[in-house]
């Protein structure tokens, strides 16, 4: 059974750093696009940031390019989402999600249940 178990969010200032885990089970999460998408209150779901298994490139959002970073850790078969110079703006729940084939496109087939970051002082 694929599961994604998101961990990591809480309070930060306007400035700070947070780093955000996506933990995968029942798949190996190496050989498939991982995604990471925030849904702030009100807002629709953002796509955030993207990393594939077909070139190994990350792929951002213009919004948090520069700020934000993607890395894998396949032993421990999570893929984190390291955060930078958050903004208020940010806040939102922030998912992961994995795609049974191995390039970044629109469409994800597996999601976490996501996890809160807020930015606020």
Known sequence: QVQLVESGGGLVQPGGS??????????????????????????????????????????????VKGRFSLVRNNAKNTVYLQMGSLKTEGTAIYSCAAQRG???????DYWGQGTQVTVSS
């Open 18 to 63: 947070l780093r955000l885990s996506c933990e995968a089970s029942g798949f190996i999460s190496d050989y498939h696009a991982i995604g990471w998408f925030r849904q702030a209150p009100g807002k629709e779901r953002e796509g955030v940031a993207c990393i594939s298994s077909f070139d190994g490139n990350s792929y951002y959002a213009d919004s």
């Open 102 to 108: 191995v390039k970044c496109v629109t469409t994800f």
